[in-house]
């Protein structure tokens, strides 16, 4: 008997690692109705939950279909790699079912989405990657180019830029010996590769977050380690923060860590990851109900150690400004999930988008009204500190404290091996780092002359 397009109802297994069951999420398309359930296995392990918007206890009637939907489409591509996949799978691109069925394999986090009938056979086989191979693959693709290898999906990692995610055991460019596989379950990867763009646009883009990424190590641990492979061409190799790999007989065992990043731990879409939800253009910009730094800092509720949790993120904005990451937005920031609370991730993503003349400079999400550097006002940040509940003395330590670190930031650059080229990019960057730094200092302290009553 045929089903009627009604009781058409689609099916995938979640899964974490080893097959063990996280639980079943079905669609019916129809009904554009999404649903979830946990496993009863998984619920007595409580290992974690997927999100706060879906809790081990479903409310009455189940939890919200939209909640679950935006879950799932933050985990996807964006940009010209999804475009990408969307073609490859012939879909339109709001369905984000199939998507899911086509990509759900490696995601970012530690969930896999697969038919319950799929086999393991059925599935997307690991291969090697040799360099030569990637080189010329990189040179010679279009945007969206590394998301189809060998006729298959092989990518899936959520955000706009091109990348590629690998399991090596060692870091690929560090050890230029290391061998790397294009990963599929069982195997799972442990880099991702970010090739230096193929336009004008973006010059040492590569170069560029990594500089950004070492000094925000200087600054605080909590960032992604990041080193710099040479096909010859330039590519940014991050150690993935999602997974753990250790060496067990002789083989690598790849563990996956749950994460989410603002805008799922906020029940936020993925169009919402900017604070301006329609744009900077006229009366488009008053419209901010988007991802937004007080937004952002509300999440320490959810967190295993609220007050660490803020300094984590106040560190993160003040970093974000002196570096002139402009597109620091809510996909920008992530949680490991552990039980039912969180835990601040590394930082990634970290680039200095005021370098490059043809890219947009308005600040993804506000500092208190400021969308720009020189908006940075002392009165915004003070608005900003009322806003997310920092008191002032604390955002002028932080501020002093990012400048004693920053002031070294010219040996940061000499440590880094660059080429000449890189370095003469790199310069005016590190230069107004240090600028920037000591100004904040300065505005940082004619902040606290702000007070509750002014906002």
Not at 65 to 73: E, G, L, Q, Y
Not at 100 to 123: I, K, V, W
Request: hydrophobic share 40%.
């Amino acid at each position: 008997m045929m089903n009627t397009p009604e009781t058409v109802v689609h099916r995938l297994q979640v899964s974490h690692g080893n097959e063990m069951c996280v639980g079943e999420l079905t669609f019916t398309p129809r009904l554009d109705k999404w649903t979830f359930a946990y496993d009863d296995t998984w619920i007595e392990k409580r290992a974690f939950q997927l999100s706060p918007a879906i809790p081990w206890q479903a409310p009455e009637g189940g939890y919200d279909s939209n909640a679950i939907r935006r879950f799932i489409v933050n985990l996807f591509p964006e940009g010209a790699p999804l475009h990408a996949v969307i073609e490859q799978l012939h879909v339109a691109p709001s369905n984000a079912f199939a998507l899911l069925r086509s990509m759900g394999g490696e995601t970012t986090g530690a969930l896999e989405f697969h038919a319950a009938e799929q086999q393991p056979s059925e599935r997307a086989k690991s291969r090697d990657l040799p360099r030569a191979e990637l080189n010329a693959r990189i040179l010679n693709a279009t945007e969206g180019g590394l998301t189809i290898w060998d006729g298959k999906l092989r990518m899936s990692i959520a955000g706009y830029q091109d990348k590629l995610a690998v399991f090596a055991a060692h870091d690929p460019g560090l050890d230029p010996d290391a061998a790397m596989w294009l990963a599929e379950p069982p195997l799972a990867s442990t880099y991702i590769l970010k090739p230096q763009p193929q336009t004008d646009r973006t010059p040492h883009l590569v170069a560029n977050e990594h500089y950004c990424m070492s000094l925000a190590a200087s600054y605080t641990s909590t960032v992604a380690r990041v080193s710099i492979m040479r096909l010859p061409t330039p590519v940014l190799v991050i150690e993935r923060f999602d997974r753990l790999h250790t060496a067990k007989e002789n083989q690598i065992e790849v563990r996956k860590l749950h994460i989410i990043d603002a805008c799922q731990a906020c029940d936020m879409p993925v169009d919402a990851k900017y604070e301006r939800t329609l744009g900077n253009a006229g009366d488009l910009a008053m419209f901010r109900d988007g991802m937004s730094l007080p937004k952002l800092f509300a999440t320490e509720r959810l967190t295993h150690h609220p007050a660490r949790t803020r300094l984590d993120m106040l560190r993160w904005v003040l970093f974000q400004l002196v570096i002139g990451n402009a597109d620091a937005h809510g996909k920008n920031f992530s949680f490991f999930v552990r039980g039912e609370l969180l835990d601040p991730a590394p930082w990634y993503d970290l680039v200095s988008v005021e370098q490059y003349s043809m890219l947009d400079h308005t600040y993804a999400m506000a500092v208190g009204d400021a969308f720009t550097w020189d908006e940075v006002t002392p009165f915004n940040l003070a608005y900003f500190a009322h806003q997310c509940r920092i008191d002032t003395a604390l955002l002028r330590r932080e501020a002093a404290r990012l400048e004693r670190t920053m002031s070294k930031a010219r040996s940061v650059l000499d440590k880094q091996p660059y080429t000449e080229e890189e370095r003469d990019f790199l310069l005016p960057l590190c230069e107004m780092v240090q600028a920037r730094s000591q100004a904040l200092v300065e505005r940082t302290k004619a902040a606290g002359t702000f007070t509750a009553e002014h906002f």
